[in-house]
Nanobody, 129 residues
């Protein structure tokens, strides 16, 4: 089954760090831009960051710029999200997803959820003192 699996979530205090991982199963990540989204209780899903299939282009939501870093290791078929200086408003379920278009250049999919597919089950991040 083609799928993405997130891991690395947990509970941390404000100012702490977490590193999320997104592993691809039964397909090669090399051909897809990948994005991270999050959803807090009672709120819509929002785009956090995305990375091109080669890893040379990235984008971030304004709310996480300077604190989060997206990266990928195509040899390991994985994408990562390093989250530093976490804030309570970063709390939510974090999902990774792949571009719905095979081998689309750059990050043309942007941070729009409708441009992505094969959503993982999510990993919970809780930032609280």
């Amino acid at each position: 089954q083609v799928q993405l699996v997130e891991s690395g979530g947990g509970a941390v205090q404000p100012g702490g760090s977490l590193r999320l991982s997104c592993a691809a199963s039964r397909f090669t990540l090399d051909y897809y831009a990948i994005a991270w989204f999050r959803q807090a209780p009672g709120k819509e899903r929002e785009g956090v960051s995305c990375i091109s299939k080669s890893g040379d282009t990235t984008a971030y939501a304004d709310s996480v710029k300077g604190r989060f870093t997206i990266s990928r290791d195509n040899a390991k078929n994985m994408v990562f999200l390093q989250m530093n200086s976490l804030k309570p408003e970063d709390t939510g379920v974090y999902y990774c997803a792949r571009d719905r278009i095979f081998s689309r250049p750059g990050i043309r999919a942007g941070l729009s959820a409708r441009e992505y597919e094969k959503w993982g089950q999510g990993t919970q991040v809780t930032v609280s003192s």
